[in-house]
């Protein structure tokens, strides 16, 4: 991605000159520190969220703070590229990070702030993104303006989970955040099906290898028409036998998919690779999920956080450390504490995932090593990449 430049060379500090800047630096800064914050109340059972589970909070937060701020961050910089608009920068950008900041602090004090002033707040941050970037996509008739309509159901799935709040319904809320989901993984299939394939092909060629990166039209548009069917069943019977086969067969789809990308190929250049890592875990937490529902195999069944922890912490990861660099100046290589901060965070999703149904009686050493691990991995990406994100471009010119 190439956008033009909102303005002349900048000097000195620079976090409101591009749209990846802020909401990347906002991204790293509550990975890192909201995992302690969820394991020191999950170990006191402190409930942030009155009358619903601790796990509420922790699962709103990553969601609409992490996993939100990273996609802002991603699309405010993206938009322009596609349309060929000039850049968003400055007050607006200022304005956008003050909203997500305002819905976290709203969510912190959930339980001493009135009902309707954590709506209020938590809902402003997502029509504020969406007004930036539908100008430049409606006016260009770009062909990824139904991202808007994704937003919109977003913001709309929010509201469900602020309603179950509101009414101390825990299970109304756990469903709006499955459907939330559903939706963003759609998201990453999405994006994912573009990026990975298009960035080894680049890197493969760079290389002088003649390996074709393949892409089968037929099986790009089943994979997301069955990742479009997973919300619809999922609000239909979210745990039951329809749920479980569609499972299998995205899963089939996914790694049928992921097979064409020559991930194996990728293995001597981490900022290649770790894509694909984030990518692989979206077949292996679909067949988890399979298992789980079909056979209640009990090994499989933390097969969600395969789907969050390991795609989304594990894309996002790879995603702002690549395009920070791209787009600040500096060449496409990783330094050895950004590598150990991919092997870090695949480790703990691992954990995370997988060392359960081996050591069942250790469960919350587990949980306290794979958090310990993902706060790690975040908090090497600040100490490399704050600078490089408020801080000029290394070349002078402005972005």
């Known amino acids: 991605m190439s956008a033009q430049p909102a303005s002349g060379p900048v000097r000195g500090f620079a976090l409101f000159t591009c749209g990846f800047r802020p909401f990347f630096l906002l991204a790293g800064l509550f990975a890192a520190l909201a995992i302690p914050t969820w394991l020191a109340l999950y170990l006191r059972s402190t409930l942030l969220l009155p009358a619903l589970p601790p796990q509420m909070w922790h699962s709103h937060e990553m969601i609409y703070g992490f996993v939100a701020a990273a996609a802002a961050g991603f ?21 956008l990070a003050f909203a997500w900041l305002l819905g976290r602090a709203a969510f912190a004090l959930a339980g001493v702030l009135p009902v309707w002033l954590v709506v209020t707040l938590e809902l402003a941050f997502l029509p504020g993104l969406g007004a930036l970037l539908a100008p430049p996509l409606l006016r260009s008739r770009n062909r990824n303006t139904p991202l808007l309509a994704v937003l919109a159901v977003l913001w709309l799935s929010d509201a469900a989970f602020l ?59 089943s994979v997301i028409a069955l990742m479009l069917l997973v919300p619809v069943v999922d609000l239909w019977q979210p745990d039951g036998a329809a749920a479980g086969w569609l499972a299998v067969v995205v899963a089939l789809a996914q790694a049928l998919r992921l097979s064409g990308w020559r991930s194996m190929r990728t293995r001597g250049e981490a900022i290649l690779w770790v894509l694909h890592v984030g990518y692989a875990w979206l077949p292996i937490g679909f067949a988890l999920k399979a298992l789980w529902l079909l056979l209640g195999a009990g090994w499989a069944v933390h097969w969600l956080h395969a789907l969050t922890m390991g795609v989304f912490g594990t894309m996002i990861l790879a995603v702002m450390t ?32 997988f060392a359960p149904a081996f050591w069942p009686s250790h469960y919350l050493w587990i949980v306290l090593a794979s958090g310990l691990l993902w706060t790690a991995a975040f908090a090497l990406f600040l100490i490399v990449y704050a600078p490089i994100l408020m801080l000029p471009r290394a070349d002078g010119k402005p972005g």
Do not use: Q
Request: charged share 15%.
């Open 322 to 353: 690549r395009t920070a660099l791209g787009h600040t100046g500096r060449a496409l290589t990783v330094s050895r504490s950004i590598v150990a901060a991919y092997a870090m965070l695949t480790l703990g999703v691992a954990a995370r995932v």
């Open 163 to 221: 309603a179950g709040f509101a009414r101390g319904d825990p299970g109304w809320a756990s469903h709006s955040l499955r459907i939330t989901i559903d939706l963003m993984l759609l998201v990453v299939t999405v994006i994912g099906g573009r990026i990975v394939p298009s960035f080894t092909a680049n890197a493969l060629r760079r290389r002088g290898e003649a390996v074709e990166v393949r892409s089968r039209p037929w099986l790009e548009r």
């Open 75 to 95: 699309l405010l910089t993206a938009v322009p590229s596609w349309t060929g608009t000039k850049g968003f920068a400055g007050g607006p950008l200022v304005m």
